[in-house]
């Protein structure tokens, strides 16, 4: 083993034990779970454990990568329930993908050559941002989607100077793999297709431009176009939506509309809230893009930085959907700042040795290494990077605790200081948001000690992925998965179900299935039922549940 894998193993272990340690308290004890990790966990469930295992079950909302990803985990389940039942699958998932997000930066401050002190105690302020420790604990789709866009941002640096071919094939499977993990990974690598073929038609060699640009170009946006139409098209095979995000009614649009709207009432007032929220994850980065582009603007190395416009785009779109009111205004839909404010502030310390590369290509710009004049000048380069990123983990952790600014994150606060006498509105909302899905654990618990048997207990997923992610009988309930449950919601005596789980039809809850075949359901059984249970939520902003015993 090379010595520089024996360092990255080292570095993904002191960062992945943490995070694990962390996500298993949240799960185990504190029982803190966050709604899209539950969901990508009932969905790998449904693919192994339904009534009607099979691929397809995983869902065409989202896209899939975390959700597969956790199959080998959720096949544990039998022998292991906290897998599903406490979500150990996502927590597993997310803590290793963040601890290799950690070795990606790790390796970009080695491939620059910074003193090991410097490159660990910047490691270290990235990893220990209060974002990224809570986002590597919680099951959620950050966590991958990070680690890929450092992935490929560490391989494009890295190509900008070597032209190696097998720097720019990776680049491309990274963002492929992004765009799997959440689909604004699309932008990223539109943006890499552009700076790749700017820079490549600029090379000082003039002859074949174009050619060589296009080729280039299609490395590294090629495995991201088959990723995408690979997707649709299966999608679009078998549901019949190629974009169930955006048409179907489980999706993203459907969703925000079913809510009352994304958040700020104008175009101008979402622009300032993303600002806000990227400022609170990253304070000191337009500070340092405007010295860094002011040096490198003097001394014509500007190509360096390009890599960074990956994420540039990200954000763009992030801002655009919410300034359009197609997407949430969600602290985390802006993390990726962080990792933009660690590229561009290692890109802000010279190159102390010659960059790693297996090949050099034929238009390799291999700069030598030049430290500064003086010693505390390469100092005061490495001070004001780890400046950057260790200013940011006090003023995130303060931005978190706002529920205007956070509304999913400042719950942490309860967590971290317990104060189980305090009548503080702040404190008890939320604990509030810490108690989501606690009702939903329950009613799965409830149903389980019934011991029903296949097919019993019928319910949607939009708010039914909780119950069914937390049961230990997961065979119990028919779901839309499944391939009968259409005739099952028509005919639910003749096919042996017993019961039905129902949420009020108002907001999200009007695209249940069960409110649209019968809409007085939940009111009053629609006389085919028996209310034989009550569960008011004690979560925040999730339904109250009603259970009916099915009579005919």
């Not at 909302?61 to 080998?72: M, Y």
Request: charge should be positive; include cysteine.
């Amino acid at each position: 083993m090379s010595r520089r894998l024996q360092v990255g193993v080292v570095i993904f272990l002191a960062a992945w034990l943490p995070y694990l340690i962390i996500g298993v308290y949240l799960a185990t004890e504190v029982h803190w779970f966050f709604g899209d990790a539950l969901s990508r966990v009932q969905s790998a469930q449904s693919v192994l454990f339904s009534r009607s295992p099979h691929l397809s079950a995983i869902g065409f909302v989202f896209t899939p990568l975390t959700a597969i990803v956790q199959l080998p985990l959720v096949a544990l389940s039998p022998w292991w329930p906290e897998m599903t039942t406490q979500a150990l699958s996502a927590v597993i998932m997310s803590s290793v993908f963040m601890a290799g997000s950690v070795v990606q930066v790790s390796g970009i401050t080695r491939d620059r050559g910074l003193d090991p002190v410097v490159a660990g105690t910047f490691t270290v302020c990235y990893a220990a941002n209060p974002m990224v420790v809570l986002y590597a604990a919680n099951g959620m789709s950050e966590a991958p989607y990070l680690f890929f866009l450092a992935w490929a941002s560490r391989r494009l640096i890295r190509w900008i100077s070597t032209d190696d071919v097998h720097e720019l094939v990776v680049t491309g499977i990274a963002l492929a793999l992004a765009y799997l993990t959440r689909y604004d990974g699309g932008a990223a690598a539109l943006a890499a297709g552009l700076v790749v073929g700017w820079v490549t038609y600029h090379r000082r060699d003039s002859r074949k431009r174009l050619s060589r640009s296009l080729v280039d170009v299609t490395l590294v946006v090629a495995p991201s176009a088959l990723a995408f139409i690979a997707w649709a098209a299966t999608g679009w095979l078998i549901t019949g939506n190629a974009f169930a995000q955006f048409t179907s009614e489980y999706g993203n649009a459907a969703i925000i509309e079913q809510s009352g709207g994304s958040g700020s009432s104008t175009t101008r007032d979402a622009i300032l809230f993303s600002v806000t929220e990227m400022a609170i994850l990253a304070p000191l980065l337009p500070i340092l893009v405007v010295g860094l582009i002011g040096v490198r603007a003097r001394r014509r190395r500007l190509q360096p930085m390009l890599p960074g416009l990956m994420i540039v785009a990200v954000l763009a779109f992030q801002v655009y959907g919410y300034s359009q009111g197609s997407t949430y205004g969600f602290l985390r839909f802006y993390m990726t700042v962080i990792l933009l404010a660690a590229i561009v502030a290692l890109m802000s310390v010279p190159l102390r040795s010659p960059i790693p590369m297996r090949r050099a290509g034929a238009h390799a710009d291999l700069l030598p290494a030049r430290p500064y004049a003086s010693r505390w000048g390469y100092k005061i380069a490495c001070t004001v990077a780890v400046v950057v990123m260790a200013a940011a983990i006090p003023v995130t952790a303060m931005g978190m605790t706002s529920p205007k600014y956070a509304p999913q994150e400042f719950a942490v606060g309860s967590v971290v200081d317990p104060r189980p006498q305090s009548v503080e509105k702040k404190y008890l909302d939320e604990q509030r948001v810490v108690r989501s899905f606690s009702t939903e654990r329950a009613l799965a618990k409830y149903l389980d000690s019934l011991e029903l048997p296949d097919g019993a207990v019928l319910s949607d997923t939009v708010y039914g992925f909780a119950v069914v992610a937390q049961s230990e009988r997961p065979r119990q309930f028919v779901i839309p998965s499944d391939r009968d449950f259409a005739q099952l919601l028509n005919d639910p005596v003749d096919g042996g179900v017993q019961y039905f789980l129902t949420v009020p039809a108002e907001g999200r809850g009007a695209s249940d299935v069960i409110n649209q075949r019968y809409p007085t359901m939940y009111e009053n059984g629609a006389q085919i039922g028996v209310r034989v249970l009550e569960a008011p939520n004690d979560g925040a902003d999730l339904p109250d549940w009603r259970v009916y015993r099915i009579t005919g």
